[in-house]
């Protein structure tokens, strides 16, 4: 168990909808990435939040955003959903000092 | 633009041979890179990591060696074990900036039995 929790496991929804996808850190860390992978894709990084702010952004969709609460959760808002943005969805904390990333067990969006 | 590339989607190993994972990346600002293993249906777990001040990082059966000159990373897995089949992620981040970690596409290694 990484101690980075992903709700929910599983989403299936109808194109034009809008999702929320949530992950609670690690206890004590403060920063929070996003990643997608597609099938057959590698880990493409979204967006990292550190303590509330965002610090960096990646290939990120402008129908996508994100962001990060006082209580360190993150929410992942995904609207105007299209085929193509059936994925899997991580979340991944990391603490001050410490080089690795945890990462969550993921959220599948299936958009039909 | 693919920086961190892993251009060998799959790999078959007999167990208890030795293998390898290579990884090549392009920016020459990344400083730290890592490797994560992932099982169907969970998240990648941190398997190894090596500073770009080092040339070689040793973990049980698995060692990073780390080629800057090339810019090429390689895992590799002495003895293979079934248990190690998995799809194993290169990962690479520049300490200065912006504090992204980029990911290869992956290998699905398969050690045989």
């Known amino acids: 168990d990484s101690g980075v929790t992903q709700t929910p496991k599983h989403l299936i929804t109808a194109t034009g909808q809008r999702v929320t996808l949530r992950c609670s850190p690690r206890s004590g860390d403060l920063s929070v990435y996003w990643y997608q992978q597609s099938l057959d894709q590698g880990l493409q990084f979204l967006i990292h939040y550190y303590n509330g702010e965002e610090r960096a952004k990646g290939n990120i969709l402008e129908r996508f955003s994100a962001q990060q609460f006082p209580d360190l959760h993150s929410e992942l808002n995904l609207s105007s959903l299209e085929l193509g943005d059936s994925a899997l969805y991580f979340c991944a904390s990391s603490g001050v000092g410490n080089e690795k990333l945890f990462f969550g067990s993921g959220t599948q969006l299936s958009v039909l | 633009d693919q920086q961190v590339k892993q251009n060998s989607p799959s790999l078959s190993v007999q167990e208890g041979r030795i293998s390898i994972l290579n990884c090549d990346y392009t920016n020459s600002m990344f400083d730290y890179f890592l490797w994560y293993k992932k099982y169907p249906a969970e998240g990648p777990t941190f398997l190894i990591s090596i500073s770009s001040i080092k040339d070689k990082n040793e973990d049980g059966r698995f060692t990073v060696f780390l080629n800057k000159s090339a810019k090429h990373l390689s895992l590799h897995i002495v003895p293979s074990q079934p248990g190690d089949s998995a799809v194993y992620f290169c990962?690479?981040?520049?300490?200065?900036?912006?504090?992204?970690?980029?990911f290869g596409t992956g290998t699905r290694l398969k050690v045989l039995a």
């Open positions: 990962a690479a981040r520049a300490t200065s900036g912006t504090y992204k970690y980029i």
